[in-house]
C-alpha cells in the first residue's frame, strides 16, 4: 500500500517539509536526528521515523519503532502499524490496529477500517466507519463514504461528494460535475444521453446523426487518477500518517465513454458516412409533385468531418433554456475546472469539451493540451481536431498519432480518413484496422467505406457486415445500399430496417422511398415523418407532399418549414406557393410603379431563388414585375432563362418585347420554343406574321399546334389557316 497523506508530507503536524524542497543530505540528516530522539525513547520520534521508513519501503525498520509508538498509545502509529500490516498481507491484524486508532480518534485509520469492512461485504460497519472518519473532516472518508452511498443510490451522497470535493480531493470534484451533469440534463430534458464525451472519429461523414448513443465504456475510464479510495492524494492524516493502498473503493463505475458506432456523436466523434436523397433531385426544374423513386437511393460521397465534442450531460449550455439546468452546469463546469486545475485528465478533457462546444477555443486546447500530455489519448485526439479545423494539419496528425499509439480508434480513424483524402489508401486502410483492432467498429465501417470507392464491392460488402453486426446502424444502412445497387432489394430491406430502428436517419428516409416505389404511400409517410422529426431535410420536403397530396395543409405547412430551415430550395419554393395561394389578390401594379413590402411568401420565393431554384427565379420574377419593379424582373428572369427554365425565357422575352428589345426578346423565345414552351412558339410566330416573314411564321405555327397547350394550339392554328391563305392570295 502507499503511504498515507502527500508522500512526505505530514499536513497535521507540519513537522516533514515537501520533498522537493530538501535534498537527501537533508533527509539523511532528518532521519538520523529522528533516530537518535527515539532511541532516547522519544514516542513522537518513533511514529514519525516509522512512518518514514514505512514510506521508503523499509518495512522491517519501520514495524519496531512504529510498534514500539505504538505501545506508548501513539494514535498515528497505531494506523500506520495497520497500514504495514496490511501491505505484509496481514488485514485482519491490521484492521486490529486501525479500529485502536480509530476509537483513540484517527480520522485516517476510521477510513482504513471502513475500506477494510466495504471490501469484505461489511456495509452497515464500513458505512460506520466511514461516517466516523467523513464527521471529522477527513477528504477520503467523506469520498469513500459519498461512493458506498452513491451504490445504493442514496441522495446523501452528493452531499459528502460535495464535502470531499470542497476539501480538495480531485475525483469527488470530477465525479461530483459528473452528477451536477446528469441533473442539469434531466432539467433540460435531454436525459437520455447522459455522462459521455464523444472523441472524434476520423471517417467519413454520414448525412445525418441525431440518433441515441450507443457508446462503449472502456477499461481505462474505470479507474480513478489517484484520489479515489485508500490510495487518494489530498486527504490528511495524522501525525506520522501512513495511507494504506490497494484498489480504492471510490472508483468509478462510469467514466467518461469513447464513441461507438453512432452518428449523433459530439464534436469529437467524426460523422459517419450514410445514404441520402433520392436520386431524382427534388427541386430541381420546373416539375411539379416530385417523387423519389424506389431505386434513387444515392451513397455520399466521401469527405471527412467531425462532430463537436460533446460535454457530459449532452450540451447543456451556459444559455441553457432555464435557470435550473443553466445553475447547474455552471456548478459542474466549476467543479470540472477545481478538478483539472488539481490534475485531474478526465475534468481537464471535459472542461476542454465544454469550452470547446461554447466557441472558447484558445482554453480548450489549453485543456485539451494538460489533458493529453497526462496521458488522456481521447483529449489528443480532441486536441488533433482542434487543430485541424485551425488549419494545422500537420500538428494534427501528430496528436492523433500519439493517440492511436496509446490505443485510440477514434484517433485511428482520423489518421485513415487524413491518409485516404491524400490518396494514400494502403496507409488509410492500415489506420483503419488499427482502430478496429483498438475495438473501434467505425474502423470496419471506413474499411467498407475504402473498398466501395475503390469498386472493390464484395470487400466493401464484407466490411459492412463485420461493423453491422457489430451493431453499426450506418454500416447496415450502407451494406442495404449495396445489396440495392445490386439488385437485391429483399436482401436490403432488413438491413433499412435494423439500421433505421437503431436510429439510422438515413435508413429512415431510405426505407420511405423503397415504400414510395412500391406504391405504399402510407408506409413512406410513416417513414418518412420520422426521419423528418429527427431533422432530416429531404425526408421533410417528402413529409410535406405526402400532406399536401392528402390535403393536410397544416401538417405540410409544419414539414415544409422545417425543410425549407434545412436549406431545401424545393420546400422554400412549395411552402412559399402554400402561403401565395392562401393571400388575398394584390392591387395591380403598372410597370414603374413603386415597389410594396414584400411579404412571407415573396421572401420563401427569393430564398429557393437564390439557391437557383428556377421555378422559384420565375416566381420571384412575376412578383417584381407585378410591384413595377421591371430592373429586379429582369434579373430574375434572366437568371432563370440562362439556367435553362423555358418560363424564365418567355418572361423575359416579354418584358424586352414591351421595352422595346424586340430582336433580344425574339432570341429567348426561340429558346423557350426550342425548351417546348408552346406560348413561346405562338409569339414567334405573330413576331414573324408581322414582319411579313409568313413561311417563317407558318412555321413556327406549326410547331406552336404541336406544343399547345390547347388553347395555343387553337390560336396557332387559326393565324397558320390565316397566313396560307395569305400565302395562297
Known amino acids: 500500500m502507499d503511504v498515507m497523506g502527500d508522500k512526505a508530507t505530514l499536513y497535521e503536524t507540519g513537522r516533514f517539509v515537501h520533498a522537493a524542497d530538501r535534498d537527501e543530505t537533508g533527509a539523511a540528516a532528518e532521519e538520523a536526528r529522528r533516530r537518535l530522539a527515539a532511541a532516547s525513547g522519544d514516542v513522537e520520534a518513533m511514529s514519525v521515523l516509522g512512518a518514514m ?424 444502412n450502407a451494406l442495404a445500399v449495396l445489396l440495392l445497387q445490386g439488385g437485391d432489394a429483399a436482401g436490403a430491406e432488413p438491413w433499412f430496417s435494423k439500421a433505421a430502428e437503431a436510429g439510422s436517419v438515413d435508413a429512415a428516409f431510405n426505407l420511405g422511398i423503397l415504400c414510395a416505389g412500391r406504391g405504399q404511400e402510407a408506409g413512406a409517410q410513416q417513414w418518412y415523418e420520422r426521419a423528418a422529426a429527427a431533422g432530416h431535410t429531404e425526408a421533410a420536403l417528402q413529409a410535406g407532399i405526402g400532406r399536401l397530396r392528402e390535403g393536410d395543409e397544416r401538417a405540410a405547412e409544419r414539414h415544409l418549414r422545417c425543410a425549407a430551415g434545412g436549406g431545401s430550395a424545393e420546400a422554400a419554393y412549395r411552402l412559399a406557393s402554400l402561403l401565395d395561394a392562401r393571400r388575398p389578390p394584390a392591387k395591380a401594379h403598372e410597370l414603374g410603379e413603386p415597389a410594396t413590402e414584400k411579404t412571407e411568401c415573396e421572401e420563401w420565393y427569393e430564398r429557393a431563388a437564390e439557391q437557383g431554384h428556377r421555378r422559384a427565379q420565375v416566381r420571384v420574377g412575376m412578383l417584381a414585375a407585378a410591384r413595377g419593379d421591371v430592373v429586379e424582373a429582369a434579373r430574375w428572369y434572366r437568371e432563370a432563362a440562362e439556367a435553362g427554365s423555358r418560363n424564365g425565357a418567355f418572361n423575359l422575352g416579354l418584358l424586352l418585347a414591351r421595352e422595346g428589345s424586340e430582336p433580344e426578346a425574339a432570341m429567348w423565345w426561340t429558346r423557350a420554343a426550342d425548351a417546348g414552351h408552346g406560348r413561346a412558339a405562338l409569339r414567334l410566330a405573330l413576331l414573324y406574321a408581322r414582319r411579313g416573314e409568313l413561311v417563317e411564321g407558318q412555321q413556327w405555327c406549326d410547331r406552336a399546334v404541336a406544343l399547345g397547350p390547347g388553347e395555343v394550339a387553337e390560336r396557332a392554328a387559326r393565324l397558320r389557316d390565316a397566313l396560307r391563305q395569305e400565302l395562297s392570295a
Open 53 to 476: 521508513l514505512l514510506r521508503r519501503g523499509d518495512l522491517d525498520g519501520a514495524e519496531p519503532q512504529l510498534r514500539a509508538a505504538t505501545a506508548a498509545g501513539d494514535r498515528a502509529a497505531a494506523n500506520n502499524l495497520g497500514v504495514l500490516l496490511h501491505q505484509r498481507g496481514y488485514a485482519d491484524e491490521a484492521a486490529g490496529w486501525w479500529r485502536i486508532a480509530a476509537v483513540a480518534g484517527s480520522a485516517a485509520a476510521a477510513h482504513a477500517l471502513g475500506r477494510y469492512h466495504r471490501e469484505r461485504g461489511d456495509e452497515p460497519a464500513a458505512e460506520y466507519w466511514l461516517r466516523q472518519s467523513a464527521e471529522q473532516g477527513h477528504a477520503l472518508g467523506a469520498y469513500a463514504l459519498a461512493d458506498l452511498l452513491e451504490h445504493r443510490s442514496d441522495s446523501e451522497a452528493e452531499t459528502w461528494m460535495r464535502a470531499a470535493a470542497d476539501r480538495g480531493h480531485r475525483e469527488a470534484a470530477y465525479r461530483l460535475a459528473r452528477a451536477l451533469d446528469r441533473r442539469a440534463a434531466q432539467e433540460h430534458g435531454d436525459g437520455a444521453r447522459v455522462g459521455t464525451v464523444h472523441g472524434h472519429a476520423g471517417t467519413v461523414p454520414a448525412q445525418r446523426r441525431r440518433t441515441a448513443d450507443k457508446s462503449q465504456a472502456t477499461a481505462s475510464d474505470a479507474a480513478p487518477e489517484g484520489d479515489g479510495g485508500l490510495p487518494g492524494g489530498n486527504g490528511r492524516p495524522e501525525r506520522g500518517g501512513v495511507r494504506p493502498s490497494g484498489n480504492g473503493v471510490g472508483q468509478e463505475r462510469t467514466g467518461v465513454r469513447q464513441p461507438g458506432n453512432d452518428i449523433g456523436q459530439g464534436r469529437n466523434g467524426v460523422r459517419q458516412p450514410g445514404v441520402r436523397q433520392p436520386g431524382n433531385d427534388v427541386g430541381q426544374g420546373e416539375r411539379n409533385g416530385v417523387r423519389p423513386s424506389g431505386n434513387g437511393v444515392k451513397e455520399e460521397r466521401d469527405s471527412v468531418r467531425r462532430d463537436s465534442v460533446r460535454p457530459e450531460g449532452d450540451g447543456v449550455r451556459p444559455d441553457g433554456d432555464g435557470p435550473p439546468a443553466l445553475t447547474l452546469a455552471r456548478e459542474a463546469e466549476q467543479w470540472y475546472r477545481q478538478a483539472a486545475a488539481r490534475g485531474h485528465r478526465r475534468a481537464a478533457l471535459q472542461l476542454g469539451a465544454i469550452l470547446e462546444k461554447r466557441g472558447e477555443l484558445k482554453e480548450a486546447g489549453r485543456w485539451y493540451l494538460t489533458s493529453a500530455k497526462d496521458g488522456e489519448a481521447r483529449a489528443a485526439c480532441a486536441l488533433g481536431f482542434l487543430l485541424r479545423d485551425a488549419g494545422d494539419e500537420e500538428n494534427a496528425a501528430v496528436w492523433w498519432l500519439k493517440a492511436a499509439h496509446e490505443g485510440d480508434g477514434n484517433a485511428a480513424n482520423a489518421l485513415g480518413a487524413l491518409h485516404a483524402e491524400r490518396g494514400e489508401h494502403q496507409t488509410a486502410e492500415r489506420w483503419y484496422r488499427a482502430a478496429m483492432d483498438a475495438g473501434d467498429v467505425n474502423g470496419a465501417y471506413n474499411l467498407g467505406l475504402l473498398c466501395a470507392g475503390q469498386g472493390r464491392t464484395a470487400q466493401a460488402e464484407q466490411w459492412y457486415r463485420r461493423a453491422a453486426y457489430a451493431g453499426h446502424r450506418e454500416a447496415a
